[in-house]
C-alpha cells in the first residue's frame, strides 16, 4: 500500500513554465514532508521541506504548497530552467519514529530549452 | 567531508550467489537507511538502524538481512540473489532533532541479477 501517492508520473514543460507536481497522504501522524530531486546515475538529495504548521514554504524557485484539511501538498517549480530537468521524489515522515520516510513513486520533469 | 558512501557502484550476481553492500558515513549519524528504487515504485525502505547494534524491517524485508556493528557503517546482505532482487540501492543517514534536515543519501549500487 502506497503511503504517499504522487502525480504526474511525467512531466514535460517549456522553459519558463510553471511545473507543479502533486501528492497525497492518509496517514495524519506525518509531520514532516520534503521534497527530493534526483539527477541520472546519483543519490536524491533535499530540496525542501515543509512541517505541516505552515501552508506554504518558498525556497528560491522553489515552493511547497501544504493543505492539512486535504492531506495534499505539492511542489511548484518558477521559472524553470532545463537543468531543474530531473526525478522528484515527495516523502512523508513522523520525526519520532526514527524518521522513517515513506516516498511517493516520482515525477520525471524535462525543460525544454 | 565524503557524506554517504556506497560500495561497490555496479554489481552483477548470478541467482543463487550472495553479497555484502557496505554503506559508510562520516557525519556522526544516528539513523542509517538502506533503500532500493525500482522504476514506478519510488525508494522502498528495506531495513534502518537507529543505533550501533540496532536494525529494524522495512517496507520490503524479505531476502535482506543487515548489521550495523560500528556506528559509520551499515551493511546490506543478499544471502540467496534472486531476479526480483535487481535493483538500484541507496543508503542514507540523518539524526534524530535534525529532521528537517533530512536525509543524506549515498549515490547507489546499481545490483543486476541474472
Known amino acids: 500500500q502506497q503511503q504517499v501517492k504522487q502525480s504526474p508520473q511525467s512531466l514535460i514543460v517549456q522553459k519558463g513554465g510553471i511545473p507543479i507536481i502533486n501528492c497525497a497522504y492518509e496517514?495524519?501522524?506525518?509531520?514532516?514532508f520534503p521534497w527530493y530531486q534526483q539527477f541520472p546515475g546519483k543519490g536524491p538529495a533535499l530540496l525542501i521541506a515543509?512541517?505541516?504548521?505552515?501552508s506554504e514554504k518558498k525556497e528560491g524557485r522553489f515552493t511547497i504548497s501544504f493543505n492539512k484539511s486535504a492531506k495534499q501538498f505539492s511542489l511548484h517549480i518558477m521559472d524553470s530552467q532545463p537543468g531543474d530537468s530531473a526525478t522528484y521524489f515527495c516523502?512523508?515522515?513522523?520525526?519520532?519514529?526514527?524518521?522513517?520516510?515513506?516516498f511517493g513513486t516520482g515525477t520525471s520533469l524535462t525543460v525544454i530549452p | 567531508n565524503a557524506g554517504v558512501t556506497q560500495t561497490p557502484k555496479f554489481r552483477v550476481l548470478k541467482t543463487g550467489q550472495s553479497m555484502t553492500l557496505l554503506c559508510a558515513q562520516d557525519m556522526n549519524h544516528e539513523y542509517m537507511y538502506w533503500y532500493r528504487q525500482d522504476p514506478g515504485m519510488g525508494l522502498r525502505l528495506i531495513h534502518y538502524s537507529v543505533g550501533e547494534g540496532t536494525t529494524a524491517k522495512g517496507e520490503v524485508p524479505d531476502g535482506y538481512n543487515v548489521s550495523r556493528l560500528k556506528k559509520q557503517n551499515f551493511l546490506l546482505g543478499l544471502e540467496s540473489a534472486a531476479p526480483s532482487q535487481t535493483s538500484v540501492y541507496f543508503c542514507a543517514s540523518s539524526s534524530p532533532g535534525r529532521g528537517l534536515s533530512g536525509y543524506t543519501f549515498g549515490s547507489g549500487t546499481r545490483l543486476t541479477v541474472v
Open positions: 515543509i512541517r505541516p504548521d505552515v
Open positions: 516523502a512523508a515522515s513522523m520525526l519520532n519514529t526514527g524518521n522513517q520516510f515513506y
Open positions: 496517514n495524519t501522524a506525518f509531520d514532516y
